[in-house]
């Protein structure tokens, strides 16, 4: 599905986002890439109490999970997520334009992105999920 479309769907969708996120998403961390690319709002979503909750991958310290249990860890421990919403579609379709905001430079405070070796560094946490989407 091309950008315009998910956006327009999205928008159409009433009552898309049950509940906002708690982020400031001009304070997320930028993590460059293995492949010179940056990531910020990479994201997942999971069925979490009636609720599909989307969950950012890239978190505070300059972490980038590539693990849906350390996402899911990470939201356990700190409550921070990008939005809940009814269910998968509205989650992805949210991610989605998240995603698309970034890249044209909606929320872009100028910062360098941080690297740790140049490789995503992943947090070992041990929870049982589902992740039902993954973006980057």
């Known amino acids: 599905m091309d950008p315009l479309t998910q956006q327009l769907l999205l928008r159409a969708m009433p009552s898309h986002a049950k509940q906002e996120g708690n982020i400031d998403l ?3 961390p930028r993590v460059l890439n293995p492949n010179g690319s940056v990531s910020t709002v990479d994201s997942m979503s ?25 996402v899911l860890g990470e939201y356990l421990r700190t409550g921070r997520y990008l939005g809940k919403y009814p269910d998968p579609l509205s ?22 992105a941080l690297s740790v070796n140049n490789s995503p560094i992943e947090m070992m946490i041990n929870h049982g999920t589902s992740a039902l989407s993954t973006r980057k």
């Not at 999971?46 to 350390?70: C, K, R, T």
Request: aromatic share 8%; no cysteine.
């Open 91 to 112: 989650a992805d379709l949210a991610g989605d334009v998240l995603h698309q905001d970034y890249a044209r430079g909606r929320f872009d405070t100028g910062k360098p």
């Open 46 to 70: 999971f069925g979490l109490d009636g609720n599909e909750v989307l969950l950012p991958s890239v978190v505070q310290g300059g972490f980038h999970l590539s693990n849906p249990d350390a």
């Open 26 to 28: 001009t304070k997320q």
